[in-house]
């Protein structure tokens, strides 16, 4: 028996067509996310892994929706969708091979019913989205969109009851996670017609959109891009509250996630002038270096 049956095992799942819908998933979300099902597999118990599997397909279906086509038909193509997952959700079933494994994880982690439909409500955010004229309608944003995207996964991860204080720690983390990523894909972003570091910001250190278009290599662009990678930094080290908050068994793989945030920040300082024409990532050494500490932790605690 290999090791992905021995997780749907110990998820409890026994059913072999909803073993398969899940099986098909976990394939789904290798092809777009491999390193986030091989982190996973080594630093979550096995009982967990298919649940965070079915919570990453489900948020990667809607965020296909959100991105694919032209804007008139995202809106009915995501309409459809929400009513779907709100009514298979108040159900308690659906027809939907794609939807099986959520209701499923629902059923065994029900904190996640809610967490989904604050997903869906919040999605539509990012169907028109092209920016930010301030801070304040990131932080808008981050709200609306970004954090409830993010807890789809990491309610998964927190601690059982009252998740009161661990979704405030999440907050801070995708402040800076979220920020991060739009630092790291300023110039994907701006060919797509997205710019996602505030307006005002970008007159304060007068630096134009033209400029950033343009990959103009100027001392106000980079530092402009250095005041936003200082943002993140500050608030990736508020992580070990994070930690603490969430089961033991569960922090190697926290760990990992803020770790590689930290690495890919490092990368992203180390060269401002390329984020101008290419994403920031994580050197792969250092990131399997920190893959292989926490494994190593996430064996110590499994005993």
């Known amino acids: ?159 059982d009851g009252d998740q009161t204080a661990y979704r405030s720690a999440c907050r801070t983390f995708i402040d800076a996670g979220q920020r991060l990523d739009f630092v790291s894909d300023l110039a994907e972003d701006l060919a797509d017609g997205r710019l996602t570091i505030p307006e005002l910001t970008l007159a304060r250190h007068g630096v134009t959109r033209a400029d950033l278009e343009r990959g103009e290599n100027l001392p106000a662009v980079r530092a402009l891009v250095t005041e936003q990678l200082d943002l993140v930094d500050r608030t990736l080290a508020e992580g070990p509250a994070l930690i603490a908050l969430v089961p033991p068994a569960h922090r190697p793989m926290v760990r990992c996630m803020i770790g590689l945030d930290e690495l890919t920040s490092a990368a992203a300082r180390a060269d401002v002038p390329a984020l101008l024409r290419r994403s920031a990532a994580p050197p792969r050494p250092a990131a399997l270096r920190l893959l292989g500490r926490e494994y190593l932790r996430a064996r110590r605690v499994r005993g």
């Open 1 to 159: 028996m290999g090791g992905w049956d021995r997780a749907l095992d110990a998820a409890g799942v026994t059913d072999p067509g909803l073993r398969e819908d899940y099986g098909r998933q976990r394939r789904q979300v290798t092809r777009y996310k491999p390193e986030a099902v091989l982190a996973a597999r080594l630093l979550l118990p096995a009982r967990l892994v298919p649940h965070v599997i079915a919570a990453t397909a489900y948020m990667h279906r809607t965020d296909t929706l959100l991105d694919s086509g032209p804007l008139d038909g995202r809106k009915a193509a995501y309409a459809r969708w929400e009513r779907e997952v709100a009514d298979s959700l108040a159900a308690g079933r659906t027809d939907d091979p794609e939807l099986r494994p959520l209701l499923n994880t629902v059923a065994a982690h029900p904190a996640l019913r809610d967490r989904a439909l604050e997903h869906l409500a919040g999605a539509v955010a990012d169907l028109d989205f092209t920016g930010f004229a301030t801070e304040a309608d990131y932080q808008r944003y981050l709200d609306a969109y970004s954090l409830p995207a993010f807890m789809v996964v990491a309610t998964l991860l927190g601690p």
